[in-house]
């Protein structure tokens, strides 16, 4: 389907729209936010300088007296004519009056006039009015506080619409509030003019901006959109395989021309990316194929055949080794040295993939050839070590528990070389570690020895060994499965059959791992005594 080249220009001439008009609306509500609170702060401190001025002009003692009187004297009516001339020379000038204050309400003493008033709208002296929300939030604080206006206060008074109301306090001899002097200044007029005059502005703006945009638009037009369509088509043709690289070349030397020989570049450094994804993805294809031969001759290596000795009634047993990689560095072994004795291996071997396996393969062929031999464990142990410390110089070692069981004694000869501690179950108990001597583990040091000890072991005891991977498989929360998990779980299910019972803790590591990726290799095997048959002849 073929695509609209003005898409992109439509898009960018909305965004310059949307821009203009909110940064036209933007401007305009600013300019009316300073334009009103400069006229607002103007008449509220005009306001207020006129009833400062007429505070001092006023005798407190004086107003005490015509509250308490009613009385109209000759100075009264020259004070009233005072204040009308004020109000009268004063725009927009709604109230001014002198009202004493009191706790819950407030008495007037003279309300100011002109002609254009009602009279029925003007207070008499003595007239009381209960306070207003207005009078208690703002008026009665600053009459505590003896002072005049400390705050813009808006109000709605009847018949002139919003008004800004001021005030100053008027002292007697003993310098106590007397009576307090307000004026109500109206500002509904110069609502309308701010408001004709954001209209106007806001007029103005919208017919510059659509000016500025169309410039903005035509300027767009030659510098961004058309070299960017001619790049477009540019790039569409090396998709369609019929691209000219002369087909492209731009003068001005801006970012749409380091894009365009950004492209150029790319084009060639695809096709070298290319060619060598090609090569990489035939060498993994080989590499992955070798890796599937190697885990299956690791595989094949291990005893895999279970029950391995059926003919052997007076022993079972099992064993499981699931690598990390598709080859791992862990392995066990068994196998009859002669009729008489058993010998069981597991080992792990430093590190995983190919050169931990390729390790692992040598040590257990050179232990088993070593028992083979008639060596005993701890001889086997000191032989191997010594030709695995030969030409180590990648400088691995390997774990080695190493058993030798007599079958017809019951007696297991065993060392180990700093591999885990061996789990033993007697027929009647539970399973328990067995703290067993630790030798080093095999090729680190050539002249290493290694000690020897002995178990008896009666019918219906298990021996359960294992390597690493299995106390230290993390869960979500970066918990051990640790031996104590892995002993409770043997417990549980130890009066299963040895493989159900490998299978069991398996599945429990599974469900402890969670979806957190297996980092080492496990390993397990366990061995159950059927049967002693004691040997008449030892």
């Known amino acids: 389907m073929k695509r609209k080249d003005v898409g992109l220009r439509k898009k ?189 502005m806001l007029l103005f703006l919208i017919l510059a901006m659509a000016g500025i945009t169309v410039i903005m638009i035509k300027v767009m037009d030659i510098t961004v959109i058309n070299p960017v369509i001619k790049l477009t088509k540019y790039v569409q043709s090396y998709k369609a395989g019929t691209m000219k690289m002369s087909g492209c070349r731009f003068k001005e030397d801006n970012e749409i021309k380091w894009l365009a020989d950004s492209f150029d570049e790319m084009i060639e450094k695809i096709g070298l990316y290319v060619s060598d994804i090609e090569r990489v993805t035939a060498e993994k294809e080989r590499i992955s194929a070798e890796l599937n031969i190697a885990t299956q001759i690791q595989a094949d290596m291990l005893p895999c055949i279970f029950p391995p000795f059926p003919e052997r009634t007076e022993i079972d047993l099992y064993a499981s080794m699931t690598p990390a990689k598709e080859v791992g560095g862990d392995f066990y072994d068994f196998f009859l040295v002669d009729d008489n004795h058993l010998a069981l291996v597991i080992a792990d071997v430093s590190g995983k993939g190919v050169p931990a396996a390729l390790f692992m393969v040598i040590t257990k062929t050179l232990i088993k050839n070593q028992l083979l031999l008639g060596s005993s464990p701890k001889e086997t142990l000191e032989v191997v070590n010594k030709q695995l410390c030969e030409n180590n110089e990648a400088e691995m070692f390997v774990t080695v528990w190493l058993g030798v069981y007599e079958i017809s004694a019951g007696i297991l000869t065993a060392v180990n070389a700093g591999h885990e501690y061996p789990i033993l179950k007697r027929s009647l108990g539970v399973f328990e570690v067995v703290k067993d001597k630790h030798g080093l583990v095999l090729a680190a040091m050539e002249d290493a020895r290694y000690k020897e000890y002995t178990m008896k072991l009666e019918k219906g005891d298990r021996l359960f060994v294992y390597t690493d991977g299995v106390v230290e498989a993390t869960n979500g929360q970066q918990e051990l499965f640790g031996v104590d998990r892995m002993i409770t779980v043997l417990n549980r299910i130890s009066g299963e059959t040895t493989e159900v019972m490998l299978r069991g803790l398996e599945r429990e590591l599974d469900s402890f791992a969670g979806d957190e990726p297996q980092f080492d290799d496990i390993t397990m095997l366990v061995l159950q005594i059927n049967e002693v048959k004691e040997d008449s002849n030892r």
């Open 12 to 200: 960018i001439i909305c965004i310059i729209c949307i821009l203009i008009l909110l940064m036209s609306i933007v401007l305009v509500l600013i300019s009316y936010k300073a334009f009103y609170d400069a006229h607002i702060n103007f008449y509220h401190d005009k306001a207020l300088g006129i009833v400062k001025m007429l505070a001092e002009e006023v005798d407190g003692d004086k107003v005490s007296y015509y509250i308490e009187t009613c009385d109209k004297d000759e100075e009264y009516d020259e004070m009233l004519k005072h204040f009308n001339r004020v109000k009268e020379n004063t725009s927009g000038l709604s109230y001014l009056y002198i009202m004493v204050p009191y706790e819950d309400y407030f008495v007037y003493v003279l309300d100011a006039y002109t002609k254009e008033d009602d009279m029925n709208n003007i207070s008499q002296l003595g007239d009381r009015f209960e306070y207003g929300k207005t009078e208690i939030e703002y008026l009665l604080p600053d009459v505590k506080a003896k002072s005049p206006s400390t705050q813009i206060v808006h109000g709605e008074d009847v018949g002139f619409g919003k008004s800004i109301s001021v005030w100053a306090p008027v002292f007697d001899k003993n310098g106590e509030v007397a009576a307090m002097i307000e004026a109500d200044y109206e500002i509904s007029g110069l609502e309308k003019a701010i408001n004709n005059y954001v209209y106007k």
